[in-house]
């Protein structure tokens, strides 16, 4: 990928995240046959892993109702499927704290496979007069590393070539995201249209020996692959964000080199229209900021406190230690992610991250993050009927190189040196106060408040270390010239 440089005449400067000390205290994680396991908090502050034979039940009044369950479960529709039908394996994993305001138990409420239709742009326009027009960036840091915002960084161009996967990928190619993965690809031989997605693997596979990361980082790599060779005209069938998790899947599912692992992923689709579809199966989510407000949100999607639904590959002798001795196992497939469609504007922001950015920063913290940023560089402007977007973005989110090189195959590897755009500066933004607020023992953030409202013995307190990994894109739309009439 050549060098970039971003072409803005306001200064710019890097947050100071380099001193971060690295991570002293591990996550609550469980063996990942284990149904629901309680995260034990030592006198030190530490976290240890429940015995073995330690397991619970959850509150009766919090436990998912059967009857409710089944009646929106026949209810949903379920088109796709899958050949390698192989059951997934149980992940303690953290909650979000938007959740505990909803009504409905978890598994009920997030098993109805919503779909929802934002109000339509009201940018000027015509849909015929207009393109839209994607500015990608990602940010990622893995957890026990010092975050350096001139590094982990990844910046989009459309016209860089996808690398086809290869089994058994040396893992020093992959970006420095721990078991998190993210992936950005045009669709199709369309580089108006964008493909993008975050995966974050099962971390209780490393128990049994199995590397999380492999099944991560495969999957994105195969589901970039599939929407890169897509084909695109009229006469080819639209690709939905739902089919291609369910590719991505199905190439891991068939590939040798994985031999177990699991993930929850999500995955935008986002048209030259100005239309986004989103699948999410799992607790990693997206959030769409217009105009410094919250316009949609996903919502973490969990069998119960602490367990996400997820993809897995399950080895068979692992199958017949559970039917022989017993043991709880998912049967998570992309159909049962859940998907949205969004009508997008000029100026807005949307943000694609694993559950490391969730658990750390509220969505209140986010808007405060994007706003502040988008405020200092111009592109958002405070008046008195509300904010108003820049008219021309292309100033803060172009680079000066825009010739394309077919060639260059360094599509998903970070930077050699640093280059800021306003979408990138925005995804070092979110992922280093997502850092800061992992290691501050005293600021109790979305993880810590659930569990405390699950577990009110608990003595947890401050953030939760974890992988972060953020995919940032800022909405432009250009007004294409009118044709001539003769």
């Known amino acids: 990928m050549p060098l970039l440089a971003v072409n803005c005449s306001v200064p710019v400067a890097y947050p100071d995240y380099t001193h971060c000390p690295p991570a002293s205290r591990p996550p609550p994680v469980a063996p990942p046959h284990h149904r629901y396991k309680k995260p034990v908090r030592r006198s030190s502050g530490s976290v240890r892993r429940a ?31 899958l050949p390698c039908r192989r059951p997934g394996l149980l992940r303690p994993r953290p909650q979000l704290a938007r959740l505990a305001a909803s ?65 058994g990928r040396e893992k020093s190619a992959r970006p420095e995201s721990g078991q998190d993965a993210f992936f950005v690809s045009r669709l199709g031989t369309n580089p108006g249209e964008v493909a993008l997605g975050v995966a974050d693997g099962v971390g209780g596979w490393m128990d049994s020996g199995v590397d999380p990361a492999d099944f991560s980082h495969a ?102 230690r559970a039917a022989a001795f017993g043991g709880a196992q998912l049967m998570d497939q992309p159909r049962d992610a859940e998907v949205t469609r969004h009508a997008l504007r000029h100026g807005d922001v949307l943000v694609f991250a694993s559950d490391g950015l969730w658990d750390n920063l509220f969505t209140q913290d986010i808007l405060r993050i994007v706003n502040r940023t988008m405020a200092k560089l111009g592109a958002w402007t405070s008046t008195d009927v509300g904010i108003q977007v820049a008219p021309d973005l292309s100033p ?53 408040k659930e569990v405390k409202k699950y577990y009110p013995h608990e003595a947890w307190h401050g953030g939760k270390e974890d992988d972060i990994c953020a995919v940032v894109v800022l909405v432009s739309e250009e007004q294409a010239p009118a044709k001539a009439k003769l």
């Not at 326009?125 to 960036?137: E, Q, T």
């Not at 790599?221 to 069938?237: F, L, Q, W």
């Not at 930077?415 to 607020?437: C, D, F, H």
Request: proline share 10%; net charge positive.
């Open 51 to 81: 015995p073995p034979n330690q397991f619970y039940s959850p509150p009766a009044a919090r436990r998912p109702q059967p009857a409710a369950c089944r009646a929106m479960a026949a209810s949903a529709s379920r088109t796709l499927s």
């Open 103 to 167: 009504p409905l138990p978890p598994s009920c409420r997030l098993r109805t496979f919503s779909t929802t239709i934002s109000s339509l742009s009201q940018s000027g326009g015509s849909p015929s007069n207009s393109k839209f027009v994607y500015n990608v960036a990602a940010s990622y840091i893995a957890k026990g590393y010092s975050y350096d915002p001139s590094t982990h960084v990844f910046h989009f161009n459309p016209y860089n070539r996808v690398q086809p996967p290869k089994p």
């Open 219 to 320: 999957f994105c790599d195969y589901m970039a692959a599939a929407a890169h060779e897509h084909k695109t005209g009229a006469a080819a069938k639209p690709l939905t964000a739902r089919q291609l998790m369910q590719k991505g899947y199905e190439a891991v599912c068939h590939d040798p080199a994985i031999k177990a692992g699991g993930s929850t992923a999500i995955v935008g689709l986002l048209r030259e229209d100005g239309t986004a579809e989103v699948a999410n199966l799992g607790d990693s989510g997206f959030i769409l900021l217009r105009s410094n407000g919250v316009h949609a949100s996903s919502e973490p999607q969990t069998h119960a406190f602490n367990t996400p639904f997820q993809l897995s590959v399950v080895p068979p002798s692992m199958l017949l």
């Open 396 to 448: 803060y989110t172009q680079v000066e190189n825009k010739t394309p090189n077919p060639d260059d195959s360094s599509a998903q590897k970070p930077s050699a040196r640093p280059v800021v755009t306003l979408q990138s500066l925005l995804a070092m933004e979110i992922v280093g106060a997502a850092k800061s607020a992992s290691l501050n023992a005293k600021l109790d953030g979305p993880f810590s």
